[in-house]
């Protein structure tokens, strides 16, 4: 976009990380991820400039599943209300399980 488009427009559309959440979609992915799954954990991870805060699931045999959520505090909370461990991403590094599962995934893909 050139500043002329930008002057023409009179102010710039918000970007994605600016809009607010509006449907819970998210939320139901979450719940059906910890109730098909066993021993998930969580990790949250704080937000950057370009992106909301977002909650990392990660099961016991290193299928995760990762999505934006409201804030950090909303985070912690759901994990706790549903008896999830919760992890500060950055402090608590992520589990050898989940990169044991990408290892997987990539040499399974690479053989199809």
Do not use: C
């Amino acid at each position: 976009m050139g500043i002329w488009d930008r002057l023409r427009k009179g102010r710039r559309e918000r970007t994605d990380a600016a809009r607010p959440l509006t449907n819970e979609a998210f939320a139901d992915h979450l719940q059906n991820f910890v109730d098909t799954r066993w021993g998930v954990e969580a990790w949250v991870e704080e937000a950057q400039k370009f992106a909301r805060p977002s909650i990392l699931l990660v099961a016991f045999d290193g299928e995760f599943t990762r999505r934006q959520v409201p804030s950090e505090t909303w985070a912690y909370r759901w994990a706790d209300a549903r008896g999830i461990p919760a992890h500060r991403a950055g402090v608590v590094p992520y589990p050898q399980r989940m990169r044991d599962h990408i290892a997987r995934e990539k040499a399974r893909r690479r053989r199809q």
